[in-house]
């Protein structure tokens, strides 16, 4: 009950905000022909687009609700949102993004690949979406640009092990993070796949250990009742090269 209330505040705090702040973002696409600035080219390049590359959303107001995000896609498809990294995103927000299963990433020109410099990707898809997993998870994506971490809302332990096979088999990633209650039975499943190495992790002391003797490449970890800093440890530690 007390969560609920928080979160009904939250709400009402960010309504006020949104009232006395004018929208600054716009749909931007990548054929649209329109002149970009440096920066905007490449915050665009870096954008994972998937099938449909003239659909991205760019999002750069201070606070991010439900219908904001709502008012922005106005019925259109588009294939990846890219929010401003100094934005706030409110509970509505989180949950419209995990119930509409839209891909969204923060827009950071930094973590743009360069050429000269080869960038590992690492993945993390998440099932089971609570606060801490995703407040870890933006907390690794502003701090290891290096590692070039992305994440993906996902609704079920089967599209987890999709999505985690998938992109380990095709090369696409380096190591791929499945954060969901069913940890167990994805780690089980995953590991029919040849090129996976999957376990269930719940302690970051371990993964030098697994990732050494046995080139673990899928860590599942079980988030509910797992804190901010555990979560980020365990990225952070799986994250290193």
């Known amino acids: 009950m007390a969560a609920a209330l928080d979160e ?3 709400e009402k705090i960010v309504g006020e905000v949104m009232t006395r702040i004018r929208p600054i973002s716009q749909p931007v696409r990548a054929d649209s022909g329109h002149q970009l600035s440096s920066n905007n080219a490449q915050t665009l390049r870096s954008a994972p687009l998937g099938p449909h590359p003239q659909a991205l959303l760019a999002i750069t107001d201070p606070v991010v609700t ?3 995000l709502s008012q922005r896609l106005a019925g259109q498809s588009f294939s990846a949102v890219a929010i401003c990294p100094k934005s706030i995103i409110t509970p509505s927000a989180f949950d419209f993004l995990q119930t509409k299963k839209i891909f969204w990433h923060r827009n950071t020109a930094e973590a743009a690949p360069k050429a000269d410099k080869p960038m590992t990707r690492w993945k993390a ?23 070039r971490w992305s994440h993906e809302l996902l609704g079920t ?21 499945v954060f969901a209650d069913h940890a ?7 590991n029919r796949s040849e090129r996976v190495n999957a376990a269930v992790v719940s302690d970051a002391q371990v993964l030098p250990a697994l990732k050494q003797y046995m080139q673990l490449n899928l860590m599942v970890v079980r988030p509910s009742g797992r804190s901010f800093f555990e979560l980020r440890n365990l990225l952070k530690e799986f994250g290193k090269s």
């Open 125 to 147: 898809f998440v099932v089971t979406a609570t606060s801490s997993v995703l407040q870890a998870i933006e907390h690794t994506e502003r701090q290891t640009f290096g590692k």
């Open 8 to 10: 009904q505040l939250v």
């Open 157 to 177: 332990a089967d599209e987890a092990v999709t999505a985690a096979t998938s992109a380990i088999n095709r090369g696409e990633t380096h190591g791929v993070a």
């Open 66 to 68: 439900a219908d904001l």
């Open 184 to 190: 167990e039975l994805i780690a089980c499943r995953a």
